[in-house]
């Protein structure tokens, strides 16, 4: 079936990195963006980055551009966010989320379960 | 990048209706088609309702529609059901390949 699974995730230390990893299958990887999403402990969604299907184009929110990075290698049907200088504020449960409709990257139709990031010293 | 804006609240009881607004900018909401609708229960990942204003995946049930007028969209769901009692969160294309949620809505059945 269609899925997306997120790994990578735990505790750090803030200043410290981590990379975070979305393994794609039952569908055609390379032919869809994939977004990263976070939602903070008992707060909303907040869009982190997007990359379109063949990785041709990344975006990010202010927030998180010049310290996160987003990529994807369509070999291994897998996304990536390597994360750098990680601050307390990026603790979070961050999905990947599939770019749904080739209209817009809005619409995310594809979810992974989450992983958990917490930056505490 | 601001959030758009949701009530942070609603409710209704079951067979109702009632409708979620969600408020942004001519910059986001009201300068593109381009706004989707979230079901997220407690420590799930949340779940796709309705995409480009007012679409609905395979499998939505039609008791969830949307709308757009200027910089507000809405979600209403109509006949209530116990099961609809979860998060709502908007989201919308806000240019330049970008996009922002609202701050979500958590809709009760009383």
């Known amino acids: 079936q269609v899925q997306l699974v997120e790994s990578g995730g735990g505790v750090v230390q803030p200043g410290t990195s981590l990379r975070l990893s979305c393994a794609a299958s039952?569908?055609?990887?390379?032919?869809?963006?994939i977004h990263w999403v976070r939602q903070a402990p008992g707060k909303g969604l907040e869009w982190v980055a997007v990359?379109?299907?063949?990785?041709?184009?990344?975006k990010y929110v202010d927030s998180v551009r010049g310290r996160f990075t987003i990529s994807r290698d369509n070999s291994k049907n897998t996304a990536y966010l390597q994360m750098n200088t990680l601050r307390a504020e990026d603790t979070a449960v961050y999905f990947c989320?599939?770019?749904?409709?080739?209209?817009?990257?809005?619409?995310?139709?594809?979810w992974g379960q989450g992983t958990t990031v917490s930056v505490s010293s | 990048q601001s959030a758009l804006t949701q009530p942070p609240s609603a409710s209704g009881s079951p067979g109702q209706s009632v409708a979620i607004s969600c408020t942004g900018t001519s910059s986001d909401v009201g300068g593109y088609n381009y706004v989707s609708w979230y079901q997220q229960y407690p420590d799930k990942a949340p779940k796709l309702m309705i995409y480009?204003?007012?679409k609905r995946p395979s499998g939505v049930p039609d008791r969830f529609s949307g709308s757009k007028s200027d910089n507000t969209a809405s979600l209403t769901v109509s006949g209530l059901q116990a099961e609809d009692e979860a998060h709502y969160y908007c989201s919308s294309y806000a240019g330049s390949d970008t996009v922002v949620f609202g701050g979500g809505t958590k809709l009760t059945v009383l």
């Open positions: 989320a599939r770019v749904g409709y080739a209209s817009s990257v809005d619409g995310m139709d594809v």
């Open positions: 480009e204003v007012n």
């Open positions: 039952g569908f055609r990887f390379s032919s869809y963006g």
């Open positions: 990359i379109w299907y063949d990785g041709s184009k990344v």
